[in-house]
């Protein structure tokens, strides 16, 4: 249980072109997604909370213009990458947490590496 | 200023060895400590996680002592394999806010057959 996808895995875009990543919960439903962002062997960064049916909250740096984050329901957030550039290629990763019970626990999905060029 | 610190950055291991990774944190508030494990182009995934109420969990192989006193939590993979080679965060959250996870700079481990 608790399996949470991505698509698509990878993505290539050219500069200036935006491109949309989507995050899902399959088998339990998440009031609470989040989007962390990790460069070549560094740690995850997070760049975003998202509730179901509210605006996403941003951590300090995140350009919430470029990075436009929609939680429309319990099982699914996307993440669009808006006017891409070469500096924005990076492992994005969701995670989501279980609406049901009260763990602190978040499941991640398997990321998407994408690619500007 | 970085909430969790996490040594050492690599670690190899032969198998059949005991792999130790440690990490420190400075908020007495954090009262949820997980670890992960992730293999390359591929997301966390949750090994075990441990609440300061107790000073050691024990799930398979993989074990994490904690020391509330000294604000310190460490991973023990025992009899490690070649398939154990990843690199491993912790982490640390707390009740106050338990959306904000703060992660380790992560351990790169590598058991050498």
């Known amino acids: 249980g608790a399996v949470v996808s991505q698509h698509p895995s990878w993505v290539i875009c050219k500069s200036g072109t935006s491109v949309k990543i989507e995050c899902r919960s399959l088998?339990?439903?998440?009031?609470?997604m989040f989007w962390y962002r990790q460069f070549p062997k560094q740690s995850l960064m997070l760049m975003a909370t998202?509730?179901?049916?509210?605006?996403?909250?941003?951590e300090q740096g995140v350009e919430k213009d470029k990075f436009l984050i929609n939680h429309a329901s319990l099982t699914l957030s996307t993440l669009t990458v808006t006017s891409a550039h070469p500096e924005d290629s990076s492992f994005y990763i969701c995670?989501?947490?279980?609406?049901?019970?009260?763990?602190?626990?978040?499941?991640f999905g398997p990321g998407t590496r994408l690619t500007v060029t | 200023q970085q909430q969790v610190k996490q040594s050492p950055q690599s670690l190899i291991v032969q198998k059949g060895g005991i792999s130790i990774i440690n990490c420190a944190y400075e908020?007495?508030?954090?009262?949820?400590f997980p670890w992960y494990q992730q293999f390359p182009g591929k997301g966390p995934a949750l090994l075990i996680a441990?609440?300061?109420?107790?000073s050691e969990k024990k799930e398979g192989r993989f074990t994490i002592s904690f020391n509330k006193s000294a604000k310190q939590f460490s991973l023990h993979i025992m009899d490690s394999q070649p398939g154990d080679s990843a690199t491993y965060f912790c982490?640390?959250?707390?009740?106050?806010?338990?959306?904000?996870?703060?992660f380790g700079s992560g351990t790169k481990l590598n058991v050498k057959p």
């Open positions: 995670s989501a947490r279980d609406a049901s019970g009260a763990s602190y626990e978040q499941y």
């Open positions: 088998d339990f439903q998440a009031t609470t």
């Open positions: 998202s509730n179901e049916g509210s605006k996403a909250t941003y």
């Open positions: 908020n007495t508030a954090f009262d949820y």
């Open positions: 441990i609440r300061p109420d107790v």
């Open positions: 982490a640390a959250s707390g009740s106050y806010n338990f959306n904000k996870f703060y």
